[in-house]
T-cell receptor, first 113, second 111 residues
């Protein structure tokens, strides 16, 4: 596709439910990043993929968060047993390499009620 | 580990004022450095970058110079406009291949 695509764009879920957020990177981009941006806050790094492997998972806030990437392309971020503090905009970005421009998707706005 | 520190905001300036947003970093080796911008209601986009020491990145009147000796990459613009109002993020390409951002600095430019 022309850019990084994220779905859904908005998600409202009940506390305790599981959610899956999807990121479709730009074709040919081997690096893929997930971030979280809370209202008025900066970008919180969650996880980074190089191809299908995740060299850096240090940012995942708890074991309720997991992510995978298959075929070196689409990535899914899963949050189990959602909590209200998980409410935020989840951003995905991709790049050819770490030292090249990263392109961001529009994000998924997650609201846990 | 690798990290980025940028000045706290918000920053409020009058149109045509000079802008500096400070950014310093801690990293192994010689990372690439970036400034990203997020305009109201829009996604993040690259503003400029520098890949080695003494490189100067520039775009839309903004400039930043990669200073290895001071581990800094300060963003400057000589004359800001109302349309420059946005949140600005400093970032580096980390030693593990990840992309690390500062907390962001909100800039408001008044006419």
């Amino acid at each position: 596709g022309a850019g990084v695509s994220q779905s859904p764009s908005n998600k409202v879920t009940e506390k305790g439910k599981d959610v899956e957020l999807r990121c479709d990177p730009i074709s040919g981009h081997t690096a893929l990043y997930w971030y979280r941006q809370s209202l008025g806050q900066g970008l919180e790094f969650l996880i980074y993929f190089q191809g299908n492997s995740a060299p850096d998972k240090s940012g995942l806030p708890s074991d309720r968060f997991s992510a995978e990437r298959t075929g070196g392309s689409v990535s899914t971020l899963t949050i189990q047993r959602t909590q209200q503090e998980d409410s935020a905009v989840y951003l995905c970005a991709s790049s050819r390499r770490a030292d090249t421009e990263a392109f961001f998707g529009q994000g998924t706005r997650l609201t846990v009620v | 580990g690798d990290s980025v520190t940028q000045m706290e905001g918000p920053v409020t300036l009058s149109e045509e004022a000079f802008l500096t947003i400070n950014c310093t970093y801690t990293a192994t080796g010689y990372p690439s450095l970036f400034w990203y911008v997020q305009y109201p209601g829009e996604g993040l986009q690259l503003l400029l970058k520098a890949t080695k020491a003494d490189d100067k990145g520039s775009n839309k009147g903004f400039e930043a110079t990669y200073r290895k000796e001071t581990t800094s990459f300060h963003l400057e613009k000589g004359s800001v406009q109302v349309s420059d109002s946005a949140v600005y993020f400093c970032a580096l390409g980390g030693s593990q291949g990840n992309l690390i951002f500062g907390k962001g600095t909100k800039l408001s430019v008044k006419p």
